[in-house]
Nanobody
């Protein structure tokens, strides 16, 4: 019913930058909160940043001042600008969205993208 498609991952040297995008499509009436999570090998998935429909943001302490989350509500798209990347940022990055489906009053939060690999290495 809802598809989230991420793009923009890749390999970069420490100190470099990447921009991730995640576009939502399907039977969407409206999208509430959107967020980026990451999972490194052997670790649990963790929240990186989130943004409300109105633009309020929240960041993990480890990325504050380096990453910026934004969204385009007209395009149902969320972005993650990642600057000053560090090796410890290496992970698979997933986007998540809370969605009101067409014809439903329920707020569904279990929609995830397929993940995009970010590798930071010299």
């Amino acid at each position: 019913q809802v598809q989230l498609v991420e793009s923009g991952g890749g390999s970069v040297q420490p100190g470099g930058s990447l921009r991730l995008s995640c576009a939502a499509s399907g039977s969407i009436f409206s999208i509430g909160a959107m967020g980026w999570y990451r999972q490194a090998p052997g670790k649990q998935r963790e929240l990186v940043a989130s943004i409300s429909r109105g633009g309020s943001t929240n960041y993990a302490d480890s990325v504050k001042g380096r990453f910026t989350i934004s969204r385009d509500n007209a395009k149902n798209t969320v972005y993650l600008q990642m600057n000053s990347l560090k090796p410890e940022d290496t992970a698979v990055y997933y986007c998540n969205a809370g969605v009101f489906l067409i014809g439903s009053s329920r707020y569904e939060t279990n929609y995830w993208g397929q993940g995009t690999q970010v590798t930071v290495s010299s």
